[in-house]
């Protein structure tokens, strides 16, 4: 069963492009990831954005381990932004496991066509 979580997946879309970081944060286990990862996301394809300009990582995640080293994490970020006049979305779940990650996501704020949001559990 899905639950559609409008009230918050219209936030996300209200501050698309507003040059912040989108930080959703919350206990373990409360939607965070599904918010992001999948009903945004779904929003973004159903409204033009290629699945090439949308760059989802999940720190979490064994495949994506070595991406928590913030050198490595940029690196990877970078070889994916092949067309620096069209506008990637950063889907970055679990920013918790990635060390210096304050410094990492100030670096994004100087991008214009980078749109970032990241999830993170406070436990």
């Given at each position: 069963?899905i639950?559609h979580?409008?009230?918050?997946l219209?936030?996300?879309i209200?501050?698309?492009?507003?040059g912040?970081?989108?930080?959703?944060?919350?206990?373990?286990?409360?939607?965070?990831?599904?918010?992001v990862n999948?009903l945004?996301?779904?929003?973004?394809?159903?409204?033009?954005?290629?699945?090439?300009?949308i760059?989802?990582?999940?720190?979490?995640?064994?495949?994506f381990?070595q991406?928590?080293?913030p050198?490595?994490?940029?690196?990877?970020?970078?070889?994916?932004?092949?067309?620096?006049?069209?506008?990637?979305?950063?889907?970055?779940d679990?920013?918790?496991?990635?060390?210096?990650f304050?410094?990492?996501l100030?670096?994004?704020?100087?991008?214009?066509?980078?749109d970032?949001?990241?999830?993170?559990?406070?436990a």
């Amino acid at each position: 069963m899905i639950i559609h979580r409008d009230f918050y997946l219209n936030k996300l879309i209200d501050c698309k492009h507003d040059g912040y970081v989108k930080f959703i944060t919350g206990m373990r286990r409360c939607g965070k990831s599904f918010l992001v990862n999948t009903l945004f996301k779904e929003h973004l394809l159903a409204n033009g954005v290629g699945e090439e300009n949308i760059i989802e990582i999940a720190l979490d995640n064994d495949d994506f381990e070595q991406l928590r080293n913030p050198r490595r994490l940029s690196s990877y970020i970078r070889e994916r932004i092949v067309d620096k006049s069209e506008d990637y979305y950063l889907l970055l779940d679990e920013v918790q496991m990635l060390d210096c990650f304050e410094s990492v996501l100030n670096g994004y704020l100087r991008k214009d066509n980078m749109d970032v949001y990241v999830t993170g559990s406070n436990a």
